[in-house]
């Protein structure tokens, strides 16, 4: 009787052992790259799902793993276009930020220009002078403005002087 006892004792231990033995070899690996996950950190997610693939590509965590390191695989996809779409926006926002600095600076220079020329237009003592002072200043117009007809007329009404007289 102790012999059939034992023998029931034994295979049971047996089984027990062949049942734990037969656990989900991925599961952990599988855990770890769901935690990694959680936490965006993508290069280690990806790296322990590809480990959970290896140990048991058939079991669920394998299986799991499979499917989960394809999302991890977009995620990647579109964290990197959206930084390089917000890098791309900030090169713009320096590139503008440059442009109208130098477009500032320019303007301040044209106004400093014209001003001196028109001190020198009201202190001008001959009519040579004044018309050449003139000719500088609308020729620095044209340079700011673009053209003849976008520069801003600054004669006054019925002067002999101003060729561009109203």
Same mark, same amino acid.
């Given at each position: 009787?102790?012999?059939r006892?034992?023998?029931?004792?034994?295979?049971?231990?047996?089984?027990?052992?062949?049942v734990?033995?037969?656990?989900? +070899? #991925?599961?952990a690996?599988? @855990?770890?790259?769901?935690? !990694?996950?959680?936490?965006a $950190?993508?290069?280690? *997610? &990806?790296? /322990?799902?590809?480990a959970?693939?290896a140990?048991?590509?058939?079991?669920?965590?394998?299986?799991?793993?499979?499917?989960?390191?394809k999302?991890?695989?977009v995620?990647v996809?579109?964290a990197?276009? +959206? #930084?390089t779409?917000?890098? @791309?926006?900030?090169?713009? !926002?320096?590139?503008?930020? $440059?442009?109208?600095? *130098? &477009?500032? /600076?320019?303007?301040?220079?044209?106004?400093?220009?014209r001003?001196?020329?028109?001190?020198?237009?009201?202190?001008?003592?001959?009519?040579?002078?004044?018309?050449?002072l003139?000719a500088?200043?609308?020729?620095?117009e044209?340079?700011?403005y673009?053209?003849?007809? !976008?520069?801003k007329?600054?004669?006054?009404?019925?002067?002999?002087?101003?060729?561009?007289?109203n």
């Amino acid at each position: 009787m102790k012999d059939r006892g034992a023998r029931w004792g034994w295979l049971a231990l047996c089984g027990l052992l062949v049942v734990a033995g037969c656990g989900d +070899k #991925a599961e952990a690996d599988f @855990a770890h790259c769901v935690a !990694a996950d959680a936490k965006a $950190d993508f290069s280690t *997610a &990806a790296k /322990a799902c590809e480990a959970a693939i290896a140990a048991d590509p058939n079991s669920t965590s394998g299986k799991a793993a499979a499917a989960k390191l394809k999302d991890i695989q977009v995620s990647v996809d579109k964290a990197n276009k +959206k #930084a390089t779409a917000q890098a @791309a926006a900030e090169a713009d !926002a320096r590139k503008l930020h $440059d442009e109208a600095a *130098a &477009a500032r /600076a320019k303007l301040a220079d044209y106004e400093q220009q014209r001003k001196d020329l028109e001190a020198q237009l009201a202190n001008a003592s001959s009519t040579a002078d004044r018309r050449a002072l003139q000719a500088k200043l609308l020729d620095l117009e044209r340079q700011q403005y673009g053209s003849p007809s !976008a520069a801003k007329k600054k004669c006054a009404p019925n002067d002999p002087l101003c060729s561009d007289a109203n």
